[in-house]
């Protein structure tokens, strides 16, 4: 009954990104349609839906992303302020060619999920919430409540009362259970456990019963309301470089007056659960402000995810965001909240992750709803040098009067550029920088200044130095390198920053006309020859 007459009505429902298309046809005569707009917003297709039954006779309806970022459950349709809600509930598979089906009556194959109330009511309700209050209360409520209290009558009375009792009556057993069991019985047991029974099991018995059960089993295992959080970025937000060290990887922040590296976070190998063995391919994401990266565990490449622990800021935690198809060591994100990486193993292949901060993380690489990207499609696959890192770029380069979205990476004297605005209008360039260089390019940032222009640095990792890119041509298929700061020696590290953080180094003032005995307290007004 979405029309609020009282009467359930037949319609129609799809999803497509972040519009609902409802369309009423009751009796195949009375058509009408409404289009919503879902939260939270998406940039994917929903290829595969389903629509289940639950015991009271109402309709779930789930829709399954084709980009992988999971299933969702659409709620709270409203046809007036033509809203709705996506709820995430589970993993979906990354595939543009597919569609959903099932038997219309089955049951819900996820279970509802209930929030609680704020805090306990002061007195009971006269109809039971659509969930427990956060601890039982003192009496009971005036209907029956919608799960049990606490502990069981002493013996079950003969009939039923005509109103409901302080407790429930015990089951027939005179004494409960010793523990409580792993799993459900396919019946009731024959007497009730030690104290209040949860709703459905925990994935292995907890210690001691929790202080009220919840309203509805969870579609799994809880997943850990922990988390990696955020960097803290802001406009003075320094270069940062992840650096292989013993026993792990350190990321530091770089002076770069200075030519100094502080030590920032340390990742041992065996912060995650399931460890890792290699770290590389790292970004900040401008959507979440977290920093993402590709590791390898097991040898299996997965796109992780690492920071602060959410529940105890003074402890990092690493987690697996998603299964990645290739392993990497040039990877970024942009300012769109996209993650590329380049597979440079065979063929050089673009892969293009959207949404990565919508995707559940878990320190296991073994868990069950992990998101498994293994076997996507690249983006786009070009030819070219290989790179150590690449950033991204927004700018003008193709004399169009507008700027594009650019990946850029220095290998040795080869810039490799790779357009791919709106994520389709793919083309790459392969340019010659100068001067000449003998080092790989291993860290890579991208600084914008107060023009909103956006300024590339790398570092060798030979040691010669930061180096910026400037004078990019795509006509002449040129560039050059000017040096600015000092670099670290290491052939295995990684460069990230806030995206939208001011340019560290200072600008560049022309000289004098001759050599001065002294530095001039201001640059003069022209250069010499």
Same mark, same amino acid.
């Given at each position: 009954?979405?029309?609020?007459?009282?009467?359930?009505?037949?319609?129609?429902?799809?999803?497509?990104?972040?519009?609902?298309?409802?369309?009423? *046809?009751?009796?195949?005569?009375?058509?009408?349609?409404?289009?919503?707009?879902?939260?939270?917003?998406?940039?994917?297709?929903?290829?595969?839906?389903?629509?289940?039954?639950?015991?009271?006779?109402?309709?779930?309806? *789930?829709?399954?992303?084709?980009?992988?970022?999971?299933?969702?459950?659409?709620?709270?349709?409203?046809?007036?302020?033509?809203?709705?809600?996506?709820?995430?509930?589970?993993?979906?598979?990354?595939?543009?060619?597919?569609? @959903?089906?099932?038997?219309?009556?089955?049951?819900?194959?996820?279970?509802?999920?209930?929030?609680?109330?704020?805090?306990?009511?002061?007195?009971?309700?006269?109809?039971?919430?659509?969930?427990?209050?956060?601890?039982?209360?003192?009496?009971?409520?005036?209907?029956?409540?919608?799960?049990?209290?606490?502990?069981?009558?002493?013996?079950?009375?003969?009939? %039923?009362?005509?109103?409901?009792?302080?407790?429930?009556?015990? +089951?027939?057993? +005179?004494?409960?259970?010793?523990?409580?069991?792993? +799993?459900?019985?396919?019946?009731?047991?024959?007497?009730?456990?030690?104290?209040? %029974?949860?709703?459905?099991?925990?994935?292995?018995?907890?210690?001691?019963?929790?202080?009220?059960?919840?309203?509805?089993?969870?579609?799994?295992?809880?997943?850990?309301?922990?988390?990696?959080?955020?960097?803290?970025?802001?406009?003075?937000?320094?270069?940062?470089?992840?650096? @292989?060290?013993?026993?792990?990887?350190?990321?530091?922040?770089?002076?770069?007056?200075?030519?100094?590296?502080?030590?920032?976070?340390?990742?041992?190998?065996?912060?995650?659960?399931?460890?890792?063995?290699?770290?590389?391919?790292?970004?900040? /994401?401008?959507?979440?402000?977290?920093?993402? @990266?590709?590791?390898?565990?097991?040898?299996?490449? *997965?796109?992780?995810?690492?920071?602060?622990?959410?529940?105890?800021?003074?402890?990092?935690?690493?987690?697996?965001?998603?299964?990645?198809?290739?392993?990497?060591?040039?990877?970024?994100?942009?300012?769109?909240?996209?993650?590329?990486?380049?597979?440079?193993?065979?063929?050089?292949? !673009?892969?293009?992750?959207?949404?990565?901060?919508?995707?559940?993380?878990?320190?296991?690489?073994? &868990? #069950? !709803?992990?998101?498994?990207?293994?076997?996507?499609?690249?983006?786009?696959?070009?030819?070219?040098?290989?790179?150590?890192?690449?950033?991204?770029?927004? &700018?003008?380069?193709?004399?169009?009067?507008?700027?594009?979205?650019?990946?850029?990476?220095?290998?040795?004297?080869?810039?490799?550029?790779?357009?791919?605005?709106?994520?389709?209008?793919?083309?790459?360039?392969?340019?010659?920088? +100068?001067?000449?260089?003998?080092? #790989?390019?291993?860290?890579?940032?991208?600084?914008?200044? &107060?023009?909103?222009?956006?300024?590339? *640095?790398?570092?060798?990792?030979?040691?010669?130095?930061?180096?910026?890119?400037?004078?990019?041509?795509?006509?002449?298929?040129?560039?050059?390198?000017?040096?600015?700061? #000092?670099?670290?020696?290491? /052939?295995?590290?990684?460069?990230?920053?806030?995206?939208?953080?001011?340019?560290?180094?200072?600008?560049?003032?022309?000289?004098?006309?001759? %050599?001065?005995? &002294?530095?001039?307290?201001?640059?003069?007004?022209?250069?010499?020859?």
């Amino acid at each position: 009954d979405l029309e609020g007459t009282s009467s359930k009505q037949d319609y129609l429902v799809g999803v497509g990104y972040s519009k609902v298309l409802v369309i009423r *046809y009751s009796n195949n005569t009375d058509h009408d349609h409404w289009v919503l707009t879902s939260s939270p917003t998406s940039n994917s297709a929903f290829g595969a839906a389903w629509n289940h039954r639950d015991a009271n006779g109402d309709d779930h309806l *789930y829709f399954s992303a084709n980009t992988g970022i999971g299933i969702f459950e659409l709620v709270d349709m409203d046809l007036g302020t033509l809203t709705a809600n996506m709820v995430q509930l589970g993993a979906s598979y990354v595939t543009n060619n597919n569609d @959903g089906m099932n038997c219309l009556f089955s049951g819900v194959p996820f279970p509802p999920t209930h929030a609680p109330t704020e805090a306990p009511s002061d007195a009971p309700t006269s109809e039971p919430s659509s969930s427990p209050t956060e601890s039982p209360t003192e009496s009971p409520t005036a209907s029956p409540s919608s799960s049990p209290t606490e502990s069981p009558t002493e013996s079950p009375t003969a009939s %039923p009362t005509s109103a409901p009792t302080e407790s429930p009556t015990a +089951s027939p057993s +005179s004494s409960p259970t010793e523990s409580p069991t792993e +799993s459900p019985t396919a019946s009731p047991s024959s007497s009730p456990t030690e104290s209040s %029974p949860s709703s459905s099991p925990t994935e292995s018995p907890t210690e001691s019963p929790t202080a009220s059960p919840s309203s509805a089993p969870t579609a799994a295992p809880t997943i850990p309301p922990t988390h990696a959080t955020a960097f803290p970025c802001n406009h003075t937000s320094p270069p940062l470089q992840v650096i @292989g060290i013993s026993g792990g990887y350190a990321v530091k922040t770089l002076d770069v007056i200075t030519g100094t590296y502080t030590d920032y976070w340390l990742l041992p190998f065996g912060l995650p659960v399931s460890p890792y063995t290699k770290l590389n391919a790292v970004g900040i /994401n401008p959507a979440d402000s977290t920093a993402y @990266g590709v590791a390898r565990s097991s040898g299996q490449p *997965y796109l992780v995810r690492f920071g602060p622990d959410a529940n105890d800021p003074s402890d990092l935690r690493m987690e697996y965001v998603l299964k990645s198809p290739a392993w990497s060591y040039a990877g970024t994100s942009d300012t769109h909240g996209y993650f590329h990486i380049l597979d440079q193993a065979n063929s050089k292949r !673009l892969y293009t992750f959207e949404n990565i901060h919508q995707l559940i993380g878990y320190p296991d690489t073994g &868990a #069950a !709803l992990l998101a498994d990207h293994s076997e996507m499609m690249p983006s786009y696959t070009y030819s070219g040098p290989s790179v150590a890192d690449i950033v991204p770029l927004r &700018a003008d380069l193709e004399g169009t009067s507008s700027k594009q979205d650019y990946l850029v990476g220095v290998g040795y004297s080869k810039v490799l550029v790779i357009r791919y605005s709106n994520n389709t209008d793919h083309d790459h360039w392969v340019l010659t920088s +100068s001067p000449t260089s003998n080092s #790989a390019f291993g860290a890579a940032w991208n600084h914008r200044d &107060a023009n909103g222009d956006d300024h590339l *640095y790398f570092s060798a990792n030979t040691g010669i130095g930061i180096f910026e890119l400037v004078d990019m041509d795509l006509g002449t298929l040129t560039a050059n390198m000017v040096q600015l700061g #000092a670099s670290y020696v290491t /052939n295995n590290n990684d460069g990230m920053n806030c995206l939208f953080s001011g340019v560290p180094f200072p600008p560049t003032h022309a000289p004098t006309e001759a %050599p001065s005995d &002294a530095p001039t307290s201001e640059p003069s007004s022209s250069p010499t020859e």
